[in-house]
Every structure is written in C-alpha cells, then in structure tokens.
DNA sequence: ACTAATAATAGTAATTATTATTGATTGTGA
DNA sequence: TCACAATCAATAATAATTACTATTATTAGT
C-alpha cells in the first residue's frame, strides 16, 4: 500500500515546476530547501516510486546520473555530447513508427533521442579554434 | 598515436564475433579465457578508446551497466524491461526522421530504442498466473 | 479521537560501476 | 638498436545507487 509523505509530495512538486531534466542531485538540493533535513535515499526511493507508477519519467541519457523528467507524455529529447544538457524535442514521430511490426517482444514502447553539440558548446568549440 | 596492443585487438576480436551486446563483466570474463592476467581496467579503457575512435558503439541501456556492440552501422535496439536483454531491430528508420529540421543542435545524430517484455519473460508471466 | 499496524523516513553503511594512479613493460618511428 | 610515449597490471579512489536500522508518521478500524 503506497501511502501519503510530505518528501514525496515535495518531489514532484518540484519535478511538476520545472520544464528541465534534472539529476538526482539538482533534485535532492533543491527539495532540501523545503524539506531540510530529507534523506538522499529518501530522494531515489521516491523517484524510483514516481517513475514506477508513471508520475514521472526516468530519463536514460548516458551520463551515468539518472535524469528525471516531469512530463509524462511521449517526447523526444536532444542531449548535448559536449555538456550534457538535455531539452525537450516537440516534432512528433510517433506515426512513422508501428510499433507491432518491430519485433516479437509485447508491450512495446519506444524512446528517440537525439545527439549533437548545443549552441553555446558549438560557440566555445569555434572561439577556441579561432583562439589557435 | 594509437599503437597495437594485444589486449586490444583480443577485446575487439570477441565483439566482432558475438551478435550479443555484452556488458563489461562479460567481455572481461571472455577475454580472460585469451589472457588470463587481463586487468578490468585495461578493458575499460580500451572499451572507452574503441567507441572514441567509432570501431565499436557504447550501447546506453539503463540497466546502470555499459553494454557495448561490435556492429557500428545505425541500427536499433530493443530491450526487454524485466530481464534486460538487448536485441538488434533491422527496421531502418532514418528516412522518416530528418535530422536537421530538429534542433538548433549541430552534428546531430539520434538512437532510436524499443522496450517491451521478450517472449521469454512474457511466457513466465503468462505460466506464473495460470499457477495462482 | 485513540490505537495498532506498518509504510516511510533520516542517517549511515555497503555495494556497484567506473575512473585514476603508479611504476613496470612494450611497441614503434627514428 | 634506442628513446620514449603508449599500454599494461594492480590497486586505490571516486561517484552513483542501494540496503540497513531504529525512529516517525500515516491510515484503517474501532
């Protein structure tokens, strides 16, 4: 039985007030300001409970750090090579993408993630080759 | 300079020869059979130098563990939520999706994942409710 | 409202995956 | 062959996450 707290409350308040994909850290820091004294564990238990019961999405980006997401629905994301910034991507793909034809596996679902170098990367990479 | 070194082209002989996707623990015990005294660092870092240099792709799988693949062409992936097993999908997607129209992000590239239950696990669903 | 049952918590320890360090060894261009 | 940087094995260190335990808080039933 999943019960009321005020932590886990607090979590996707803020997961719900943001449009960025924070880490467990970001997280974590930031509900510390409401809640003082909450427990990092506190932190990835509630996450991981939020994320099993769809009321947020944990994000796999390949930065070795969860990221987690307060949008539920299905999108794309672009993570930056270079800073690992992630942002949301809107261009809808879903219909060139039938999922029943894929493969033998059921329940199937599917992620589009984007890679690339973001803009103010792309500019510091340039005025360093200027700079040279 | 990137010099030849046994270890090395052990690592990347074992990935060509499996269509698996192993994680480092597996290709560390393979390689061992070869070379016996093989340190779990040495795989790492030329696991890290081999995906740089594009011979073999670092699979991002979310089962907090990095799984690699000898195939280096663009291809999909799919993932079985209850036993995490990776499988190729020979479906070619990159006609739908244009890359450039996406994001303000340069060199852009994208992955494309499938999740589901495999056959296997759904088959142990399917016997565990019949049993209860 | 009171209480018993137990889910959730804070704090901390342990685990797991990965990277860094170090001093010895080895491959390669000169 | 020789000099030297790349690579190695072994091990220590770090980072991310999970597990443990005693305490606190929520909830269902009276």
New interface residues.
């Given amino acids: 039985m999943i019960r009321y707290s005020k932590q886990r409350e607090c979590i996707l308040n803020y997961l719900n007030s943001v449009t960025c994909h924070p880490n467990v850290e970001k997280i974590y820091t930031e509900v510390k300001k409401e809640i003082p004294n909450i427990s990092l564990g506190t932190v990835y238990r509630n996450l991981n409970q939020l994320a099993e019961s769809g009321k947020i999405q ?1 994000l ?3 930065n070795n750090a969860e990221h987690y997401d307060g949008r539920t629905d299905l999108h794309s994301h ?1 993570i ?2 270079k800073c690992g910034k992630i ?1 949301d ?1 809107c ?1 809808d ?1 879903s219909e ?2 039938e ?1 029943e ?19 103010e990367c ?1 500019r510091e990479e340039n005025a360093k080759i200027n700079n040279s």
């Fill in positions: 944990k796999i980006t390949g672009v930056c090579r942002e991507i261009t793909f060139h993408i999922l034809s894929i493969s033998d596996y059921s329940n199937l679902s599917y992620k589009l993630t984007f890679y690339g170098i973001c803009p792309s």
